[in-house]
């Protein structure tokens, strides 16, 4: 789901200080119900077989293929330098405007 989406692409950001581009590509899971969760299979077969052996249901899902779209705009509060990316997930573009 969307919220689920955002929330991985906002700890990327904040809570693992990674770049615009590199949170919009890194992979996502989705919860559905239960156990039952898809996963893109770059988290690597690692990831999936401990969850799989704590009881997860687990879908793997071709890399970039597991859902949600983002387009981010982070902006540099000290330098006003603005950075974008768009989600390879789907087709986008990041322009540039003077203000």
């Known amino acids: 789901s969307q919220v689920q989406w ?5 700890s ?5 200080g990674m770049g ?6 890194a992979p ?3 919860w559905s ?6 996963m893109e299979s770059d988290f690597g077969d690692p990831a999936l077989a401990t969850l799989k052996a704590k009881g997860h249901e687990i879908e793997a899902t071709p ?11 982070r902006m540099d509060p000290a330098t006003g ?6 989600d390879p997930r789907v087709e986008g573009s ?3 405007a003077d203000r």
Not at 20 to 25: D, I, Q
Not at 63 to 73: F, S, T
Not at 81 to 86: D, I, L, M, Y
């Open 6 to 10: 955002n929330f991985q692409v906002l």
């Open 20 to 25: 615009v581009e590199a949170a919009a590509a």
């Open 33 to 38: 119900e239960a156990l039952h969760v898809r």
């Open 81 to 86: 330098q603005r950075e974008g990316a768009c």
């Open 12 to 16: 990327n950001l904040l809570d693992l």
């Open 28 to 30: 996502r899971w989705n």
């Open 94 to 96: 990041v322009l540039t």
């Open 63 to 73: 890399p970039l293929g597991g859902g949600g779209r983002v387009q981010l705009i």
